[in-house]
Nanobody, 123 residues
Framework: EVQLVESGGGLVQPGGSLRLSCAASGFTFSSYAMSWVRQAPGKGFEWVSAINGGGVSASYADSVKGRFTISRDNGKNTLYLQMNSLKPEDTAVYYC????????????????WGQGTQVTVSS
């Protein structure tokens, strides 16, 4: 059974940092690209970042480029998202998702999702 469990969310002030983690199990983690996707209150899903299975190639949405860094540890079956210089507009539930094909930024191209972790950026 595929399981994705996110952690690391919380309340942070604007300009602060958080590191999200996603523990994966039930599949060969290193064989699949993974992404972070977020959903702000009252809005649809927004793709944030993707990383290939080997961890050497990453992509970012323009809204987070230069502030967020995606990484993975295939030995620990864990995906990460380092978020720096956080802004109130980054407030959302963040999900990790297992990619199965097509364009990374199309959120329909993911077959398994975690339960999400809430990130709130507010003073």
């Amino acid at each position: 059974e595929v399981q994705l469990v996110e952690s690391g969310g919380g309340l942070v002030q604007p300009g602060g940092s958080l590191r999200l983690s996603c523990a994966a199990s039930g599949f060969t983690f290193s064989s699949y690209a993974m992404s972070w996707v977020r959903q702000a209150p009252g809005k649809g899903f927004e793709w944030v970042s993707a990383i290939n299975g080997g961890g050497v190639s990453a992509s970012y949405a323009d809204s987070v480029k230069g502030r967020f860094t995606i990484s993975r540890d295939n030995g620990k079956n864990t995906l990460y998202l380092q978020m720096n210089s956080l802004k109130p507009e980054d407030t959302a539930v963040y999900y990790c998702a297992k990619y199965y094909g097509g364009n990374y930024y199309n959120t329909e191209n993911y077959d398994y999702w975690g339960q999400g972790t809430q990130v709130t950026v507010s003073s």
